[in-house]
């Protein structure tokens, strides 16, 4: 199987680091990955605004890409879930069906398709996993206490399986941590509370990263922990499964 | 056209397609509701809970509660020695106002919430378990259902009312800071009586 | 409802300046959303009781036009008036015209949503008549001469040393007093007096059975019927869509109100009127104002299965670090966010944008109504009908065309990099309001695209 290899545009941008771990960890999984070097976004900054009638451009393109691959792998829930949901395109319908079809967030490729059972990853830190929304309610990568389930997290299953690794116990496990797209400018006030609320979660339990499977989230928490002058880093999931 | 006349016009063009009610059979239950789950949830949510073999025992516990001062309405026979007014002949419901006490029956109690459903036969005036400072209730230990679905069952084979009520504990409120008060603008408590003949009852 | 020029992200801003108050207010209605949690979890068949709540309550939209008309019929033939009301204006002018028939000035009310929907108080002030809101949490806030800010705990924004102020200004007790026992008991012999002397009180509905004509008020503290049973006329008023078609029903909706509410197993009353007290008049006002245009919303129609228990405020956490004010609208919170609009959406156009689009108020709602769906669809509405700023409009379409084009996604993103770099002052001020309280990412010298056309597999 080919898998395609979706980036994020942010990811692209400013965190590579966590798209290169994605690219080796799959690798080391023996996928045979291929990114296709042409595409831009899935256009939910746009989307999410109210502004979907303008995305035909950014799908065409995500399509022209994509369409061909067996899976299409993205480290980000967000994105995989705006692409699963509101990828369409009236000249090709049935390309956008089948991309929703075959399209998986990072960690729910590897406990879905690949069955990963084990991972020859070190990460001799402690940590604190993040839930970003999209994954857990959209994609269903964990649950929640809002729901009367059995509980089950794809991304904390998977950090069980790197050695030394403790991951730390939190207040509120399940809580948005307030980027929300364009949000985390047009409602700053509320966006940046919630995001300190979220960081002081993770400080006061000891942990010394914060990780998660949607490198946006990662990224607004930084921006309040490195404000604080904080030691503690963030650090996208696919990089604490590729280590050591 | 009047707004009656608007309004379903308004409905009947904007309402979607028909969906089908779910069937609510899943639900059911034969199973008898459990006197040890109506204590634990009533106690939970502020009521009392006396077992008792029959009215003389709700007759010496409820005057050892309230002293002889205590206006004590109650319409049931077997207590009338405790009555210190009558329910009948009021010149107005606002005479009840004073009411310390009220001891009712009700018709049974659901034991997944601790709530009895009564009516208003069995009130004899709406306002009475309402405007009581304190309430009690008398059930039997057979007449409780496990959940919602079998009290409306069980609603549903009884015969019609103008008013009637499902009881859970006292009063309260938690608007202040979420903290709770029990006695808000009802009874400041409520005891639920469950009389049984059976000598091996929790006492 | 006052009108506030200001809209969610200027309220919101102001609310969050007191850091302390924002805690104690999110950690109140948290601790609100663990109790809901709780008493869910207790019932094993808990997602069964939600999934049938939902049909039910979709076949009751979906076949209003008759459960309507079956309700009023059977309701009349209990011995109740019934009114119909296409707006608030209307409501209120029935409301007043039955105070008027009773030849009474005042009249006290227990909570109900729809009559803070239709500024019925103001309305009856402007009009002469006083109107005494008897639930403690709405009493408090209406003594205050605030609208109420949460559904279900009308003043779950004010701390108890305020109340205590509020009441020693209004109710004459002594400076100082916080005690939540003692403030009840101050408003118990305040509104008991109320109670006894209105000839008139108004009630909401929270459920009206379309097969028996009766209606079931829940409360727990015993307002509703002590004005009710006390009063010479009763009046209810109840939107069209609180119908439920059969009385069983009832058992399914009575398990899941005060549990997704409050995390009580129910609430201490929950009182089926069906015939007017001997010598009593009863009267339901059945009111539109707005519904039946949300019915015929495809997208949003499913906002009307709402039974108002307010899981979703509590578990929102916009909401938890808003306030309900920030909403400057009478039902606040996710699913006021998406009932507004329909009622105007020029006034409420910033509030489905007062989301983060978690999904957490879709998953508590005791309907499985669509509520983050529905937020995100009316942002689409709200924009193509032309309510967002211009300079909002003008950088999207930027945006859409940038992330069309992989030249063009290129240069920007090299750009961005640079600028982030070799000329932070650029974007670390004022004018950026990411900054004002986080630092920027940091720009890598390569984008990932980059080191992949270096290093990566070609092919």
New interface residues.
């Given amino acids: 199987m080919t898998v395609g290899l979706f980036i994020p545009c942010y990811v692209d941008q400013f965190y590579p680091g966590a798209a290169i771990a994605t690219l080796q960890l799959l690798e080391k999984l023996g996928v045979d990955v291929v990114y296709p070097q042409n595409q831009t976004c899935c256009g939910q900054p746009m989307a999410n605004s109210g502004y979907e009638h303008l995305t035909k451009g950014c799908n065409e393109l995500f399509i022209e890409n994509f369409a061909d691959f067996d899976y299409i792998v993205a480290p980000s829930g967000s994105c995989v879930l705006h692409v699963r949901d509101h990828l369409h395109d009236d000249k090709n319908p049935e390309a956008a069906k089948n991309i929703s079809h075959k399209i998986y967030e990072l960690t729910s490729f590897l406990t879905d398709v690949l069955k990963v059972e084990k991972l020859d990853a070190r990460f001799p830190h402690k940590v604190g996993v993040h839930q970003s929304c999209h994954g857990q309610r959209g994609l269903h990568i964990s649950s929640m206490t809002e729901l009367v389930a059995p509980e089950f997290s794809k991304p904390g299953s998977l950090l069980q399986m790197v050695s030394d690794i403790e991951l730390v116990s939190l207040g509120r496990k399940y809580e948005c941590c307030g980027f929300g797209g364009t949000f985390c400018v047009t409602e700053e006030a509320v966006s940046v509370k919630m995001g300190k609320d979220r960081v002081e979660d993770h400080l006061e339990h000891g942990a010394e990263y914060i990780t998660g499977a949607d490198m946006s989230c990662l990224m607004h928490m930084e921006g309040i922990l490195k404000r604080q002058g904080s030691k503690v880093k963030v650090i996208h999931i696919a990089e604490i499964l590729n280590a050591g | 056209m009047?707004?009656?006349e608007?309004?379903?016009a308004?409905?009947?063009?904007?309402?979607?397609?028909?969906?089908?009610?779910?069937d609510?059979s899943?639900?059911e239950t034969t199973a008898q509701g459990s006197l040890e789950k109506f204590a634990e949830?009533l106690t939970f949510?502020g009521g009392k809970i006396a077992y008792v073999t029959g009215y003389d025992d709700i007759a010496r516990m409820i005057g050892e509660q309230h002293g002889n001062d205590a206006k004590i309405v109650t319409p049931l026979r077997e207590l009338s020695k405790l009555r210190t007014a009558s329910l009948d002949d009021l010149s107005s419901?606002?005479d009840l106002?004073d009411v310390d006490v009220a001891i009712l029956k009700a018709h049974f109690a659901v034991a997944?919430?601790?709530?009895v459903w009564i009516t208003e036969h069995e009130m004899v005036?709406?306002?009475l378990p309402?405007?009581t400072q304190h309430l009690a209730i008398v059930i039997h230990e057979t007449d409780i259902v496990p959940?919602?679905?079998q009290?409306?069952?069980k609603?549903?084979t009884m015969s019609?009312?103008?008013?009637?009520?499902?009881?859970?504990?006292?009063?309260?409120?938690?608007?202040?800071?979420?903290?709770l008060?029990i006695?808000?603008?009802?009874?400041r408590s409520m005891t639920v009586f469950v009389i049984s003949a059976n000598p091996d009852f929790p006492k | 409802m006052e009108h506030s020029t200001k809209d969610h992200a200027e309220l919101a801003e102001e609310f969050n300046r007191d850091e302390d108050r924002v805690d104690w207010h999110d950690e109140t209605l948290w601790f609100i959303r663990s109790k809901r949690d709780k008493a869910a979890h207790s019932i094993p068949e808990w997602e069964t009781l939600r999934e049938t709540a939902s049909q039910i309550k979709n076949n009751v939209l979906s076949n209003l036009h008759t459960y309507l008309q079956q309700f009023e019929q059977n309701a009349i033939a209990n011995g109740v008036e019934v009114h119909w009301a296409a707006d608030a204006a209307e409501h209120n002018q029935i409301v007043h015209r039955l105070i008027n028939e009773a030849n009474v000035v005042r009249m006290v009310k227990s909570k109900s949503m729809l009559t803070e929907e239709c500024g019925l108080n103001e309305y009856l002030a402007k009009n002469g008549i006083e109107v005494i809101d008897s639930d403690l949490g709405e009493r408090i806030v209406q003594l205050a001469e605030e609208p109420p800010s949460h559904i279900v705990l009308p003043c779950i924004h004010k701390k108890k040393e305020e109340i205590g102020e509020i009441f020693h200004q209004h109710l004459g007790i002594e400076a100082g007093i916080s005690d939540p026992q003692f403030l009840t008991e101050t408003a118990r012999q305040h509104l008991r007096e109320v109670f006894l002397t209105r000839k008139v009180a108004l009630t909401g509905v929270n459920f009206a059975i379309a097969e028996t004509g009766e209606f079931v008020v829940c409360t727990n503290e015993g307002n509703a019927d002590m004005g009710a049973h006390l009063s010479e006329v009763h009046i209810a008023s109840m939107g069209i869509e609180k119908l439920l078609p059969q009385k069983k029903h009832l058992g399914v909706f009575l398990r899941l109100l005060t549990r997704s509410a409050t995390g009580q197993p129910i609430t201490t009353y929950s009182s089926h009127f069906k015939k007017p007290r001997e010598g009593q008049k009863m009267h339901i006002i059945i009111v539109d104002n707005g519904r039946t245009v949300q019915l015929g919303r495809k997208d949003f129609r499913n906002s009307l299965k709402c039974i108002r228990c307010a899981a979703c405020m509590n578990t929102c956490p916009v909401y938890r670090r808003s306030g309900g004010h920030s909403y400057h609208t009478a039902v606040a919170g996710p699913i006021g966010s998406i009932l507004a609009p329909n009622l105007d959406m020029e006034k409420y156009a910033d509030l489905p944008f007062a989301s983060t689009l978690c999904g957490s108020c879709s998953n508590v709602c005791p309907v499985k109504i669509d509520i983050h769906d529905q937020l995100y669809k009316w942002r689409q509405v709200l924009v193509q009908a032309g309510y967002t700023p211009t300079a909002k409009k003008l950088a999207m379409k930027a945006m859409a065309t940038t992330l069309a084009s992989p030249a063009l996604y290129h240069i920007a993103g090299k750009a961005g990099r640079f600028t982030i770099k070799y000329a932070p002052f650029a974007v670390n001020n004022k004018l950026n309001p990411w900054y004002k309280q986080r630092d920027m990412p940091a720009a890598p010298e390569q984008s990932f695209g980059e080191w992949y056309k270096q290093n990566g597999k070609k092919k």
Avoid: C, W
């Avoid at chain 2, 308004?10 to 779910?22: E, M």
């Fill in positions: 009047s707004s009656r608007k309004i379903l308004a409905v009947k063009a904007n309402q979607p397609d028909s969906t089908a009610l779910p609510l899943v639900f949830v949510i419901i606002h106002h997944e919430n601790g709530a005036h709406r306002v309402f405007v959940k919602m679905h009290a409306y069952d609603i549903g019609d009312y103008g008013f009637g009520a499902f009881i859970a504990g006292p009063s309260k409120t938690a608007d202040i800071e979420q903290s008060v006695g808000a603008h009802g009874p």
